[in-house]
């Protein structure tokens, strides 16, 4: 249940992710914001807009100084409106392929486990309310790719643990039963 504040920022939210799908299901794209900001939102308090907007920076046309406008203009203190913003730039990816065209997947996958080591408690929990909410639909829709994916978000959270440590356990739970699976359906 989102408050006023919380209703209207997921409003932008829809607006700025506009017709975007989600890779798979081709449910409209914020749907999985929304999902990861319920997943968060049972084990910390003060994560919903972050988790909302999460990847508004990385797949968007939004920016650090838009959202934070926004945030003011729909009625949030300064302090907070750049805490969330701050927490959305730590949970966008920055060894994309785009900016580091000259390394491999490998490397720019390894450089962004080492950069989410870093990021704060805030911005770790929501991260594995992603990784939560990507491992069903990847691991049921691609099977193909989850095998690389899961090897990858399994460095993530080798070196990711500062967050939440009962979301912290319920991703390595998920990223353990999504192997399981995996390994079951490809037998």
Known sequence: MLN??????????????????RKYTNKPYYTHCVDVAEIVS????????????????EDTNCD?????????????????SYD????????????????????????????????????????????YADLINNTSSIV?????FAKVYLVEKQRILELMDAGNKDLYELCLQTQKQAKKDLSHSIK
């Open 4 to 21: 006023k504040n919380q209703s209207q920022l997921l409003s932008f939210v829809i607006k700025k992710h506009g017709e975007q799908k």
């Open 42 to 57: 049972k084990y910390e308090d003060g994560c919903i807009e972050a988790a909302l907007c999460h990847d508004l920076f």
């Open 64 to 80: 650090f100084s838009e959202l934070y406008k926004e945030l003011l203009n729909i009625g949030y203190e300064r302090n907070e």
């Open 84 to 127: 969330i913003c701050t927490n959305v730039t730590e949970l966008t990816d920055k060894f994309t392929h785009k900016d580091y065209p000259y390394h491999n997947r490998k490397k720019r996958k390894e450089l962004e486990a080492q950069r989410l080591a870093s990021i704060s408690y805030k911005s770790q929990s929501i991260k």
């Open 140 to 144: 049921e829709y691609d099977k193909g």
